[in-house]
Protein backbone atom coordinates (compact mmCIF):
# COMPACT_ATOMS: atom_id res chain seq x y z
CA UNK A 1 0.00 0.00 0.00
CA UNK A 2 1.35 3.45 -0.65
CA UNK A 3 1.77 5.42 2.35
CA UNK A 4 1.78 9.10 2.08
CA UNK A 5 4.97 10.76 1.64
CA UNK A 6 3.88 13.08 4.28
CA UNK A 7 3.26 10.71 6.81
CA UNK A 8 6.62 8.74 5.81
CA UNK A 9 8.14 12.08 6.71
CA UNK A 10 7.48 11.74 10.13
CA UNK A 11 9.35 9.51 12.36
CA UNK A 12 7.95 7.36 14.99
CA UNK A 13 8.24 8.80 17.93
CA UNK A 14 10.77 8.74 20.95
CA UNK A 15 7.95 8.34 23.65
CA UNK A 16 7.08 5.08 21.94
CA UNK A 17 10.27 3.54 21.90
CA UNK A 18 10.63 4.35 25.59
CA UNK A 19 7.34 3.18 26.59
CA UNK A 20 8.31 -0.21 24.67
CA UNK A 21 11.84 -0.10 26.44
CA UNK A 22 9.43 0.16 29.83
CA UNK A 23 7.21 -2.74 29.28
CA UNK A 24 9.91 -5.29 29.07
CA UNK A 25 10.36 -4.49 32.64
CA UNK A 26 8.46 -5.76 35.87
CA UNK A 27 8.75 -3.09 38.84
CA UNK A 28 9.10 -0.30 36.98
CA UNK A 29 8.47 3.37 38.72
CA UNK A 30 7.60 6.02 35.87
CA UNK A 31 7.80 9.41 36.14
CA UNK A 32 7.37 9.55 32.09
CA UNK A 33 3.94 9.86 32.71
CA UNK A 34 2.42 12.74 30.98
CA UNK A 35 -1.26 12.44 32.43
CA UNK A 36 -2.58 12.81 35.92
CA UNK A 37 -2.69 10.00 38.42
CA UNK A 38 -6.10 11.31 39.79
CA UNK A 39 -9.00 9.83 38.78
CA UNK A 40 -11.91 12.10 37.71
CA UNK A 41 -13.84 14.36 39.84
CA UNK A 42 -16.46 11.41 40.93
CA UNK A 43 -19.33 14.35 40.50
CA UNK A 44 -17.79 14.61 36.99
CA UNK A 45 -18.53 11.06 36.27
CA UNK A 46 -21.43 10.75 37.48
CA UNK A 47 -22.55 13.40 34.67
CA UNK A 48 -20.97 11.32 32.56
CA UNK A 49 -23.45 8.16 33.79
CA UNK A 50 -26.41 10.00 33.87
CA UNK A 51 -26.38 11.43 30.50
CA UNK A 52 -25.86 7.58 29.33
CA UNK A 53 -28.71 6.83 31.58
CA UNK A 54 -31.28 9.29 30.17
CA UNK A 55 -29.88 8.12 26.72
CA UNK A 56 -27.96 11.23 25.55
CA UNK A 57 -25.61 9.33 22.88
CA UNK A 58 -26.61 11.32 19.78
CA UNK A 59 -24.47 13.68 17.94
CA UNK A 60 -24.44 17.59 19.25
CA UNK A 61 -24.03 20.60 17.59
CA UNK A 62 -20.80 20.45 15.60
CA UNK A 63 -19.60 23.33 18.03
CA UNK A 64 -20.52 21.55 21.10
CA UNK A 65 -23.46 21.55 23.19
CA UNK A 66 -24.86 25.86 24.22
CA UNK A 67 -24.77 25.00 27.75
CA UNK A 68 -20.96 23.86 27.59
CA UNK A 69 -19.73 26.48 25.50
CA UNK A 70 -21.16 28.84 27.60
CA UNK A 71 -19.59 27.27 30.33
CA UNK A 72 -16.06 27.36 28.96
CA UNK A 73 -16.96 31.11 27.89
CA UNK A 74 -17.70 31.82 31.13
CA UNK A 75 -14.94 30.75 32.97
CA UNK A 76 -12.63 31.34 30.68
CA UNK A 77 -13.30 35.10 31.50
CA UNK A 78 -13.56 35.08 35.00
CA UNK A 79 -10.27 32.83 35.02
CA UNK A 80 -8.12 34.62 32.53
CA UNK A 81 -9.86 37.48 30.99
CA UNK A 82 -10.22 35.63 27.92
CA UNK A 83 -13.51 37.30 26.27
CA UNK A 84 -14.97 35.06 24.00
CA UNK A 85 -19.03 34.62 22.48
CA UNK A 86 -19.77 31.15 23.31
CA UNK A 87 -21.60 31.33 20.18
CA UNK A 88 -19.15 31.87 17.67
CA UNK A 89 -15.94 32.14 18.79
CA UNK A 90 -15.67 28.51 21.26
CA UNK A 91 -15.27 25.50 19.39
CA UNK A 92 -15.80 21.69 21.45
CA UNK A 93 -13.18 19.35 20.30
CA UNK A 94 -12.27 16.10 20.98
CA UNK A 95 -9.13 16.16 23.47
CA UNK A 96 -7.34 19.55 22.63
CA UNK A 97 -5.43 17.24 20.57
CA UNK A 98 -7.93 17.97 17.81
CA UNK A 99 -8.00 21.45 18.45
CA UNK A 100 -4.38 21.70 17.60
CA UNK A 101 -4.43 19.02 14.78
CA UNK A 102 -8.04 21.01 13.17
CA UNK A 103 -5.72 24.15 13.76
CA UNK A 104 -2.92 23.13 11.59
CA UNK A 105 -5.40 22.09 8.87
CA UNK A 106 -7.20 25.21 9.15
CA UNK A 107 -4.48 28.27 8.98
CA UNK A 108 -1.51 26.22 7.38
CA UNK A 109 -1.39 25.68 3.47
CA UNK A 110 1.35 23.83 2.07
CA UNK A 111 4.86 25.16 2.45
CA UNK A 112 3.98 27.63 5.17
CA UNK A 113 6.03 27.85 7.81
CA UNK A 114 5.43 27.33 11.21
CA UNK A 115 7.29 28.21 14.26
CA UNK A 116 7.64 25.87 17.31
CA UNK A 117 8.90 27.18 20.60
CA UNK A 118 10.50 24.12 21.70
CA UNK A 119 11.10 21.35 23.71
CA UNK A 120 7.62 21.51 22.93
CA UNK A 121 4.65 18.83 23.45
CA UNK A 122 5.37 15.95 21.02
CA UNK A 123 2.52 16.55 18.43
CA UNK A 124 3.12 19.99 16.93
CA UNK A 125 5.90 19.13 14.36
CA UNK A 126 3.93 15.64 12.88
CA UNK A 127 0.75 17.83 12.82
CA UNK A 128 2.38 20.88 10.99
CA UNK A 129 3.67 17.83 8.66
CA UNK A 130 0.84 16.62 8.50
CA UNK A 131 -1.10 19.75 7.39
CA UNK A 132 1.49 19.87 4.54
CA UNK A 133 3.59 23.12 6.46
CA UNK A 134 7.22 23.58 7.32
CA UNK A 135 7.86 22.95 11.18
CA UNK A 136 10.50 25.84 12.46
CA UNK A 137 11.64 25.04 15.88
CA UNK A 138 12.68 27.61 17.76
CA UNK A 139 15.01 26.20 20.59
CA UNK A 140 14.52 27.38 24.13
CA UNK A 141 17.02 26.81 26.33
CA UNK A 142 17.78 27.01 30.29
CA UNK A 143 19.70 30.30 30.50
CA UNK A 144 16.31 31.98 29.77
CA UNK A 145 13.82 29.49 32.38
CA UNK A 146 13.28 27.77 29.00
CA UNK A 147 11.26 30.67 28.15
CA UNK A 148 10.71 32.34 24.34
CA UNK A 149 12.48 35.06 24.00
CA UNK A 150 12.20 37.39 20.54
CA UNK A 151 15.63 37.12 20.07
CA UNK A 152 15.28 33.28 19.75
CA UNK A 153 12.53 34.06 17.30
CA UNK A 154 14.68 36.47 15.44
CA UNK A 155 17.28 34.23 15.28
CA UNK A 156 15.75 30.80 14.38
CA UNK A 157 13.62 32.76 11.20
CA UNK A 158 10.36 33.14 13.09
CA UNK A 159 10.13 36.15 11.12
CA UNK A 160 8.64 34.71 8.10
CA UNK A 161 6.85 32.54 9.32
CA UNK A 162 2.83 32.10 8.72
CA UNK A 163 2.38 30.78 12.64
CA UNK A 164 3.76 30.41 15.93
CA UNK A 165 2.91 27.44 18.51
CA UNK A 166 3.87 27.38 22.27
CA UNK A 167 2.72 26.09 25.03
CA UNK A 168 3.01 27.63 28.81
CA UNK A 169 3.01 25.81 31.24
CA UNK A 170 5.22 23.86 28.94
CA UNK A 171 4.73 19.87 28.47
CA UNK A 172 7.94 18.83 29.10
CA UNK A 173 10.01 21.89 30.98
CA UNK A 174 7.06 23.13 33.59
CA UNK A 175 8.09 26.74 32.20
CA UNK A 176 5.94 29.27 32.61
CA UNK A 177 5.44 32.60 30.84
CA UNK A 178 4.51 35.91 33.16
CA UNK A 179 2.38 38.67 31.07
CA UNK A 180 5.66 40.48 30.73
CA UNK A 181 7.43 37.94 29.58
CA UNK A 182 4.98 37.67 26.93
CA UNK A 183 5.27 41.44 25.82
CA UNK A 184 8.11 40.97 23.38
CA UNK A 185 6.36 37.76 21.75
CA UNK A 186 3.43 39.66 20.88
CA UNK A 187 5.28 42.50 19.69
CA UNK A 188 6.87 40.52 17.60
CA UNK A 189 3.64 38.17 16.44
CA UNK A 190 2.35 41.89 15.49
CA UNK A 191 5.16 43.17 13.53
CA UNK A 192 5.68 39.94 11.63
CA UNK A 193 2.09 39.29 11.52
CA UNK A 194 1.96 35.93 12.84
CA UNK A 195 -1.18 33.85 13.88
CA UNK A 196 -0.49 32.60 17.22
CA UNK A 197 -1.36 29.09 18.73
CA UNK A 198 -1.55 29.22 21.84
CA UNK A 199 -1.50 26.08 24.18
CA UNK A 200 -2.93 26.47 27.11
CA UNK A 201 -4.07 23.17 28.68
CA UNK A 202 -1.71 23.71 31.85
CA UNK A 203 -3.04 27.24 32.78
CA UNK A 204 -5.06 25.83 35.92
CA UNK A 205 -2.02 23.95 36.58
CA UNK A 206 0.02 26.79 37.72
CA UNK A 207 2.17 26.74 40.97
CA UNK A 208 3.84 30.26 41.16
CA UNK A 209 2.61 33.84 40.01
CA UNK A 210 -0.73 33.80 38.20
CA UNK A 211 -1.09 32.52 34.44
CA UNK A 212 -1.68 34.95 31.54
CA UNK A 213 -2.84 34.38 28.50
CA UNK A 214 -1.48 36.07 25.58
CA UNK A 215 -4.52 36.49 24.11
CA UNK A 216 -4.83 39.11 26.22
CA UNK A 217 -2.22 41.73 25.43
CA UNK A 218 -3.07 44.42 23.15
CA UNK A 219 -3.35 43.25 19.53
CA UNK A 220 -3.30 39.57 20.34
CA UNK A 221 -7.28 38.32 20.41
CA UNK A 222 -7.38 38.81 16.65
CA UNK A 223 -4.67 37.06 15.85
CA UNK A 224 -3.99 34.21 18.50
CA UNK A 225 -6.28 30.83 19.43
CA UNK A 226 -6.41 29.45 22.81
CA UNK A 227 -6.17 26.18 22.94
CA UNK A 228 -7.54 24.49 26.74
CA UNK A 229 -9.52 21.07 27.47
CA UNK A 230 -10.10 19.18 30.72
CA UNK A 231 -7.48 16.04 30.30
CA UNK A 232 -4.89 17.79 32.88
CA UNK A 233 -6.31 20.04 35.53
CA UNK A 234 -9.66 18.00 35.79
CA UNK A 235 -8.01 14.49 35.30
CA UNK A 236 -10.32 13.50 32.35
CA UNK A 237 -7.46 12.26 29.49
CA UNK A 238 -9.63 9.44 28.34
CA UNK A 239 -13.09 11.49 27.97
CA UNK A 240 -11.36 13.15 25.40
CA UNK A 241 -12.35 16.67 25.50
CA UNK A 242 -10.97 19.94 24.96
CA UNK A 243 -11.46 23.41 22.98
CA UNK A 244 -10.19 26.13 21.14
CA UNK A 245 -11.01 29.93 21.90
CA UNK A 246 -10.60 32.22 19.05
CA UNK A 247 -12.12 35.36 16.60
CA UNK A 248 -15.67 34.20 14.78
CA UNK A 249 -13.77 33.50 11.09
CA UNK A 250 -10.59 31.02 12.82
CA UNK A 251 -13.48 29.43 14.44
CA UNK A 252 -15.59 28.90 11.31
CA UNK A 253 -12.57 27.74 9.46
CA UNK A 254 -11.61 25.26 12.13
CA UNK A 255 -15.19 23.87 12.44
CA UNK A 256 -15.29 23.59 8.95
CA UNK A 257 -12.41 20.66 9.32
CA UNK A 258 -13.89 19.52 12.79
CA UNK A 259 -16.96 18.68 11.14
CA UNK A 260 -15.85 16.88 8.46
CA UNK A 261 -13.48 14.91 10.47
CA UNK A 262 -14.94 14.57 14.23
CA UNK A 263 -18.99 15.69 13.47
CA UNK A 264 -18.75 16.90 16.91
CA UNK A 265 -17.16 16.21 20.55
CA UNK A 266 -18.21 13.18 22.55
CA UNK A 267 -21.80 13.83 24.24
CA UNK A 268 -21.13 11.59 27.28
CA UNK A 269 -17.95 13.61 27.66
CA UNK A 270 -19.50 16.93 27.20
CA UNK A 271 -21.66 16.27 29.53
CA UNK A 272 -19.37 15.11 32.31
CA UNK A 273 -17.33 18.85 31.30
CA UNK A 274 -20.38 20.62 32.12
CA UNK A 275 -20.37 19.32 35.57
CA UNK A 276 -16.97 19.82 36.05
CA UNK A 277 -17.12 23.28 35.32
CA UNK A 278 -19.99 23.65 37.57
CA UNK A 279 -18.77 21.57 40.39
CA UNK A 280 -15.54 20.53 40.66
CA UNK A 281 -13.46 23.59 40.94
CA UNK A 282 -12.52 21.94 44.77
CA UNK A 283 -11.18 19.17 43.46
CA UNK A 284 -9.17 20.81 40.86
CA UNK A 285 -7.57 23.19 44.07
CA UNK A 286 -7.05 19.97 45.71
CA UNK A 287 -5.31 18.40 42.96
CA UNK A 288 -2.98 21.48 42.13
CA UNK A 289 -2.21 21.57 45.60
CA UNK A 290 -0.99 17.92 45.78
CA UNK A 291 1.31 18.60 42.94
CA UNK A 292 2.32 21.47 44.05
CA UNK A 293 3.99 20.01 47.97
CA UNK A 294 5.52 16.94 44.91
CA UNK A 295 7.09 19.37 42.96
CA UNK A 296 8.45 20.93 45.84
CA UNK A 297 9.74 17.49 46.93
CA UNK A 298 11.61 16.78 43.56
CA UNK A 299 12.62 20.01 42.95
CA UNK A 300 14.41 19.76 46.62
CA UNK A 301 15.68 16.21 45.75
CA UNK A 302 17.00 16.85 42.83
CA UNK A 303 18.36 19.99 44.36
CA UNK A 304 20.47 18.10 47.27
CA UNK A 305 21.39 15.35 44.71
CA UNK A 306 23.58 18.31 42.88
CA UNK A 307 21.57 17.60 39.69
CA UNK A 308 20.89 21.15 38.33
CA UNK A 309 17.30 21.60 37.46
CA UNK A 310 15.25 25.61 37.09
CA UNK A 311 12.44 25.93 39.11
CA UNK A 312 9.36 24.81 37.19
CA UNK A 313 6.37 26.10 38.39
CA UNK A 314 3.53 24.61 36.33
CA UNK A 315 2.06 21.68 34.41
CA UNK A 316 3.80 18.55 36.40
CA UNK A 317 7.11 18.27 34.85
CA UNK A 318 10.45 19.06 36.03
CA UNK A 319 13.12 19.22 33.68
CA UNK A 320 16.62 18.76 35.05
CA UNK A 321 19.55 18.48 33.53
CA UNK A 322 20.70 15.02 32.83
CA UNK A 323 23.44 14.02 34.69
CA UNK A 324 25.32 12.21 31.97
CA UNK A 325 25.77 13.67 28.69
CA UNK A 326 23.73 12.04 26.72
CA UNK A 327 20.29 12.03 28.59
CA UNK A 328 18.83 8.88 26.29
CA UNK A 329 21.98 6.85 27.76
CA UNK A 330 21.30 8.01 30.90
CA UNK A 331 17.53 6.96 30.80
CA UNK A 332 18.23 4.05 29.37
CA UNK A 333 20.71 3.16 32.19
CA UNK A 334 18.81 4.28 34.93
CA UNK A 335 15.36 2.18 33.70
CA UNK A 336 17.79 -0.82 33.37
CA UNK A 337 19.25 -0.48 36.77
CA UNK A 338 16.44 1.02 39.16
CA UNK A 339 13.61 0.50 37.02
CA UNK A 340 12.67 4.37 37.10
CA UNK A 341 11.66 5.39 33.64
CA UNK A 342 12.60 9.03 33.09
CA UNK A 343 12.10 10.66 29.73
CA UNK A 344 14.90 12.12 27.65
CA UNK A 345 14.82 15.40 26.68
CA UNK A 346 15.76 15.18 22.89
CA UNK A 347 12.06 13.50 21.94
CA UNK A 348 10.75 17.10 22.89
CA UNK A 349 12.97 18.68 20.15
CA UNK A 350 15.39 21.90 20.04
CA UNK A 351 16.81 22.59 23.31
CA UNK A 352 15.45 19.57 24.93
CA UNK A 353 19.00 17.66 24.83
CA UNK A 354 20.73 17.19 28.37
CA UNK A 355 17.96 17.30 29.99
CA UNK A 356 15.23 14.83 31.24
CA UNK A 357 11.45 15.13 31.33
CA UNK A 358 10.93 13.85 34.84
CA UNK A 359 6.47 13.44 35.87
CA UNK A 360 5.40 14.16 39.23
CA UNK A 361 2.18 12.89 38.18
CA UNK A 362 2.51 10.08 40.45
CA UNK A 363 1.73 9.25 44.38
CA UNK A 364 4.06 10.77 47.05
CA UNK A 365 5.16 7.11 47.78
CA UNK A 366 6.33 5.95 44.66
CA UNK A 367 7.66 9.00 44.08
CA UNK A 368 9.91 8.78 47.15
CA UNK A 369 10.79 5.31 46.48
CA UNK A 370 11.89 6.89 42.76
CA UNK A 371 13.83 9.33 43.54
CA UNK A 372 15.90 7.47 46.43
CA UNK A 373 16.73 5.12 43.30
CA UNK A 374 18.01 8.19 40.88
CA UNK A 375 19.86 9.17 43.98
CA UNK A 376 21.51 5.12 44.66
CA UNK A 377 21.43 4.91 40.43
CA UNK A 378 24.65 8.46 40.81
CA UNK A 379 26.12 7.05 43.90
CA UNK B 1 -2.90 27.84 52.65
CA UNK B 2 -0.89 28.50 55.64
CA UNK B 3 1.59 26.50 56.60
CA UNK B 4 -0.06 24.83 59.45
CA UNK B 5 -2.95 24.03 57.91
CA UNK B 6 -0.72 22.64 55.18
CA UNK B 7 0.98 20.64 58.17
CA UNK B 8 -2.24 19.22 58.87
CA UNK B 9 -3.35 18.00 55.64
CA UNK B 10 -0.02 16.30 54.99
CA UNK B 11 -0.14 14.53 58.16
CA UNK B 12 -3.48 13.63 57.59
CA UNK B 13 -2.70 12.21 54.04
CA UNK B 14 0.05 10.76 55.88
CA UNK B 15 1.59 10.72 59.40
CA UNK B 16 4.66 9.14 58.46
CA UNK B 17 6.22 11.71 56.42
CA UNK B 18 9.30 12.26 57.60
CA UNK B 19 10.22 16.04 59.08
CA UNK B 20 12.46 15.99 55.85
CA UNK B 21 10.14 15.17 53.60
CA UNK B 22 7.26 17.03 54.79
CA UNK B 23 9.90 20.44 54.83
CA UNK B 24 10.26 19.37 50.83
CA UNK B 25 6.61 19.02 50.32
CA UNK B 26 6.18 23.00 51.91
CA UNK B 27 8.88 24.21 50.74
CA UNK B 28 10.18 24.88 53.83
CA UNK B 29 13.01 23.51 56.44
CA UNK B 30 12.92 20.98 58.82
CA UNK B 31 13.59 22.84 62.04
CA UNK B 32 9.91 25.00 61.20
CA UNK B 33 8.60 21.30 60.13
CA UNK B 34 9.47 20.35 63.96
CA UNK B 35 8.64 23.50 65.50
CA UNK B 36 4.82 23.19 64.56
CA UNK B 37 4.32 19.97 65.11
CA UNK B 38 5.18 20.44 68.65
CA UNK B 39 3.24 23.41 68.71
CA UNK B 40 0.42 21.53 67.68
CA UNK B 41 0.66 18.48 70.01
CA UNK B 42 1.09 21.01 72.60
CA UNK B 43 -1.83 22.62 72.04
CA UNK B 44 -3.67 19.58 71.43
CA UNK B 45 -4.37 19.76 67.78
CA UNK B 46 -2.62 16.90 66.73
CA UNK B 47 -4.35 14.48 68.96
CA UNK B 48 -1.93 10.94 68.21
CA UNK B 49 -1.00 9.15 65.17
CA UNK B 50 -2.80 5.55 63.83
CA UNK B 51 -2.51 3.29 61.12
CA UNK B 52 -5.65 2.77 58.95
CA UNK B 53 -5.60 -1.12 59.17
CA UNK B 54 -7.45 -3.62 56.53
CA UNK B 55 -8.40 -6.32 59.67
CA UNK B 56 -10.23 -8.68 57.17
CA UNK B 57 -6.32 -9.37 55.71
CA UNK B 58 -4.64 -10.65 58.63
CA UNK B 59 -5.85 -13.21 61.49
CA UNK B 60 -7.04 -11.41 64.22
CA UNK B 61 -9.98 -9.25 62.91
CA UNK B 62 -11.27 -7.78 65.75
CA UNK B 63 -15.40 -7.39 66.17
CA UNK B 64 -16.89 -3.90 65.89
CA UNK B 65 -19.75 -2.49 66.70
CA UNK B 66 -22.17 0.86 66.33
CA UNK B 67 -23.65 1.61 69.03
CA UNK B 68 -26.72 4.33 68.81
CA UNK B 69 -27.33 5.33 72.58
CA UNK B 70 -30.67 7.12 74.04
CA UNK B 71 -30.30 9.81 76.62
CA UNK B 72 -32.42 11.76 78.71
CA UNK B 73 -31.24 14.65 80.67
CA UNK B 74 -31.91 16.35 84.08
CA UNK B 75 -30.87 19.79 85.66
CA UNK B 76 -27.95 17.95 87.34
CA UNK B 77 -27.03 15.82 84.49
CA UNK B 78 -25.65 16.45 81.16
CA UNK B 79 -23.89 15.19 77.74
CA UNK B 80 -20.60 15.56 79.25
CA UNK B 81 -21.70 13.88 82.26
CA UNK B 82 -22.72 10.88 80.66
CA UNK B 83 -19.61 10.98 78.17
CA UNK B 84 -17.46 11.43 81.22
CA UNK B 85 -18.68 8.15 82.23
CA UNK B 86 -18.01 6.47 79.15
CA UNK B 87 -14.94 8.08 77.59
CA UNK B 88 -12.77 6.04 79.67
CA UNK B 89 -13.70 2.61 78.77
CA UNK B 90 -11.30 1.06 76.18
CA UNK B 91 -13.45 -0.86 74.59
CA UNK B 92 -15.11 2.60 72.76
CA UNK B 93 -12.94 3.49 70.25
CA UNK B 94 -14.78 7.03 69.03
CA UNK B 95 -17.76 8.32 71.37
CA UNK B 96 -20.07 11.24 69.77
CA UNK B 97 -22.80 13.20 70.07
CA UNK B 98 -24.82 13.46 67.06
CA UNK B 99 -27.72 14.94 66.10
CA UNK B 100 -30.95 13.16 65.01
CA UNK B 101 -32.79 10.20 65.94
CA UNK B 102 -30.37 9.08 68.75
CA UNK B 103 -27.76 11.09 70.99
CA UNK B 104 -24.54 9.35 71.44
CA UNK B 105 -22.91 7.00 68.57
CA UNK B 106 -20.08 4.77 69.31
CA UNK B 107 -17.77 2.49 68.24
CA UNK B 108 -17.20 -0.37 70.26
CA UNK B 109 -13.98 -2.73 69.60
CA UNK B 110 -13.63 -6.82 71.44
CA UNK B 111 -12.57 -10.03 70.58
CA UNK B 112 -16.15 -11.34 70.06
CA UNK B 113 -19.04 -10.95 69.80
CA UNK B 114 -20.23 -12.15 73.27
CA UNK B 115 -17.69 -9.59 74.26
CA UNK B 116 -19.54 -6.68 72.38
CA UNK B 117 -22.89 -7.73 73.68
CA UNK B 118 -21.36 -8.28 77.29
CA UNK B 119 -19.68 -4.74 77.27
CA UNK B 120 -23.16 -2.85 76.14
CA UNK B 121 -25.55 -4.76 78.05
CA UNK B 122 -23.27 -4.82 81.43
CA UNK B 123 -21.67 -1.17 80.70
CA UNK B 124 -23.43 1.16 78.72
CA UNK B 125 -26.78 0.29 78.96
CA UNK B 126 -27.05 0.08 82.97
CA UNK B 127 -26.07 4.11 82.90
CA UNK B 128 -28.87 5.89 84.33
CA UNK B 129 -29.33 8.37 82.08
CA UNK B 130 -29.18 5.61 79.35
CA UNK B 131 -33.05 4.50 78.17
CA UNK B 132 -31.65 2.76 75.01
CA UNK B 133 -28.93 1.37 73.46
CA UNK B 134 -29.12 -0.02 69.53
CA UNK B 135 -26.48 -2.28 68.40
CA UNK B 136 -24.75 -2.19 64.48
CA UNK B 137 -22.55 -4.74 64.66
CA UNK B 138 -20.07 -3.66 61.63
CA UNK B 139 -19.68 -6.57 59.01
CA UNK B 140 -17.84 -5.30 55.91
CA UNK B 141 -15.42 -2.05 56.09
CA UNK B 142 -15.25 -0.05 52.17
CA UNK B 143 -13.50 2.40 53.69
CA UNK B 144 -12.15 4.03 56.62
CA UNK B 145 -10.55 7.47 56.93
CA UNK B 146 -10.39 8.12 53.67
CA UNK B 147 -8.99 4.92 52.81
CA UNK B 148 -10.70 2.79 50.23
CA UNK B 149 -10.18 -1.28 51.67
CA UNK B 150 -11.01 -2.50 47.53
CA UNK B 151 -8.39 -4.12 46.19
CA UNK B 152 -7.89 -0.83 44.69
CA UNK B 153 -7.36 -0.01 41.32
CA UNK B 154 -3.76 -0.66 38.92
CA UNK B 155 -2.43 1.97 37.30
CA UNK B 156 -3.69 1.54 34.11
CA UNK B 157 -1.99 4.32 32.48
CA UNK B 158 0.75 4.26 29.78
CA UNK B 159 4.51 3.72 31.56
CA UNK B 160 5.51 6.76 28.92
CA UNK B 161 3.02 9.19 27.20
CA UNK B 162 3.38 12.51 25.79
C1 LIG C 1 0.89 20.48 25.88
C2 LIG C 1 -0.18 19.50 25.62
N1 LIG C 1 -1.16 19.84 24.77
C3 LIG C 1 -2.15 18.96 24.49
C4 LIG C 1 -2.19 17.71 25.04
C5 LIG C 1 -3.31 16.79 24.68
O1 LIG C 1 -4.42 17.05 25.45
P1 LIG C 1 -5.83 16.37 25.19
O2 LIG C 1 -5.92 15.18 26.09
O3 LIG C 1 -6.82 17.43 25.57
O4 LIG C 1 -5.92 16.00 23.77
C6 LIG C 1 -1.17 17.32 25.93
C7 LIG C 1 -1.16 15.97 26.52
O5 LIG C 1 -0.15 15.49 27.00
C8 LIG C 1 -0.16 18.25 26.23
O6 LIG C 1 0.82 17.93 27.08
Given at each position: ??I ?17 L ?5 DV??L?V???D?T ?22 N ?5 L???I??R ?7 D ?5 E?L ?9 D ?16 QP ?16 V?I ?14 L???G??DA ?20 LE???A ?10 AD ?9 G ?16 V ?11 G??L ?19 S ?10 AA ?5 N???A ?6 Q ?11 F ?5 D???AK ?8 S??E ?27 E??LR???A ?9 M?R ?6 | ?10 L???A?Y?T?D ?7 DE ?6 I????A??V ?24 N ?7 G??DI ?8 E ?16 V ?24 T?T ?6 Y ?5 E ?10 S??P
Open positions: MKSERVERVPPSGIRRFFETEELDISGGEPFAPWSAREAAIDSLERGRTSYTARGMAAREAAESRERYDLYDPDEVVTAGASEAIVAFRAFVDPGDRVAIASYVSYVPGVTFAGGEPPPTGEADDFELTAEAREHAAEALVFCYPNNPTGATMSKQDPIAFAREHDLTVLEIYADLTYEDHTSIATLPGMRERTVFNGFSKAYAMTLRGYALAPPEAITAMNRVHQYMLSAPTTAQHIDALDCDDVVEMRSYDRRRRFVLSRDEMGICFTGAFYVFPEPWDAEAFAEALLDAEGVAVVPGDVFGAGGGHVSYTGMNELREADIERFLD | MDIRAELLSLRENRTVLARMLGTSEVTEQEALEEGLKGYQAVVDWRRTDEEPVRALVECVTLDRETYDAARLVGFPIQSLRLVSGEYDFSLTEADSMGEVSRFVSEKVAPVPEITQVHYLMESKERGFFGDGHDDDRLVS
